[in-house]
DNA sequence: TATTGTTATACTCTATAACTATA
DNA sequence: TATAGTTATAGAGTATAACAATA
C-alpha cells in the first residue's frame, strides 16, 4: 500500500571544485564519528544503571541468539579481533553473565553460553536498548530508519 | 531554488507487537557502532604513515579554520568535554602541531594555533581524508551522500 | 601450515572529580 | 557564582605481537 508525497528537493547543482575537498561538514566521516559519539553518550549517561556498554550489551545478544558461538565466529559478527573480544568476553566472563565450554568438534573451539544472570541482564539490556532506539528514531522518519540502516550496512559489510 | 519531486511512501502499518524489540539487525545505534568501526578501521589501517587519528586531523582543521580558537569552543564543536580535549590538545603540542597562546579579551580562555608544521601535516591529512572520503562514497550515490550527512547531524546535533 | 584461544603491551577515547585562575 | 583551563585517575575500545594447543 502506498500514497503519493509531495516533497521539497533543494536542486543545489554541483558546481566547479565541487570534487575538492571543502568543508569538513562535508566529509560524511565526520558525521558518522560525530554520531557514533552521541548514541554512545546518550547510552551510557541514560543507562548507567545498566553497567553494560553497548558493545557488551551486543555480545550478550549475539550470544543468546546463538547458542554455542565461538569467538572467532563473534568476533567476525562485531567486526573485532581476536584479541578484542577477549578482552570483552573476560568482563563479562568475570561478571558471570558467561561462560566458556569447550567446543565437541574442533578442540580449538570453545562455546559461549549466558548464564541466568546473564540472561537476566539481557532483558533489562533490551528494555534499555528500546528506549535508547526510540530516542534515536524520534529524530527520523519511519522511512528513513530503513534508508539509514541500510546504508549503514553496506558501509561495515 | 526548489522544485517538487512525488515519491512513492510505503504506508506500513504498525503492527501488534511493533514496539517490541527484534533482532539486533534492526537497531541504528548497532549498524552505526559498526559503520563507525569500519570508517576508523579504514582510515587508521590506510593511512598509518599519517600517524594521525581521525580526531586528531578534524582537530587541526577547526583549529585552521577558525585561528584563535578557544578549548572550549573547540570541545563544543567537536562534542568533545573539557578534558577529553585538553588530552587531544596536549597530543598535537606536543608534537608542535600547534601552539597556546593568551586571549586578549579574555584571561580565561586561550587561543589555539597552527604552526608551520601542523599546516603542512593538515594538507597531508586532508589528502588522506580526501581518499578514504572516496572509498566511503564508493559505496554510496551522490544523493545518498547528502541524504547520509543530513540524517547524521539530525543525530548529533 | 593454518586456526583458535591466550597473554602482554600500548595508545587512544571518554568521562568524572577536584583544583586554580579569571569574569 | 559561573566559566576556562588543568591535572589526576580510570574504564573501555582498539590493535599488534608472540605463544600454546589443535586441525
Known amino acids: 500500500m502506498t500514497r503519493i508525497k509531495e516533497i ?3 536542486t543545489t547543482p ?12 562535508n566529509i560524511v566521516g565526520f558525521h558518522i564519528r560525530l554520531a557514533h559519539g552521541a548514541v554512545y553518550r546518550h547510552f551510557t549517561e541514560t543507562f ?9 550489551v551486543s555480545v550478550l545478544w549475539l550470544v543468546d541468539d546463538h547458542p554455542d558461538i565461538a569467538q572467532t565466529d563473534l568476533a567476525q559478527r562485531m567486526r573485532m579481533d581476536r584479541a578484542t573480544t577477549m578482552a570483552t568476553i573476560n568482563r563479562l566472563q568475570a561478571r558471570d553473565y ?5 567446543s565437541a568438534s574442533d578442540g580449538r573451539k ?3 553460553n549466558l548464564t541466568d544472570e546473564g540472561s537476566k541482564a539481557l532483558v533489562d539490556a533490551k528494555e534499555a536498548i528500546s528506549e ?5 528514531k524520534s529524530r ?3 522511512k528513513e530508519v530503513r534508508t539509514l540502516i541500510e546504508m549503514l550496512a553496506r558501509i561495515h559489510e
Open 110 to 112: 570453545q562455546t559461549l
Open 48 to 56: 548507567s544503571d545498566l553497567e553494560l556498554t553497548q558493545k557488551q
Open 8 to 10: 521539497l528537493v533543494p
Open 132 to 136: 535508547h532506539e526510540k530516542w534515536l
Open 14 to 25: 554541483r558546481v566547479e571544485g565541487d570534487e575538492e575537498i571543502g568543508e569538513i561538514r
Open 98 to 102: 558467561l561462560v566458556r565450554g569447550k
Open 140 to 142: 527520523l522518519a519511519e
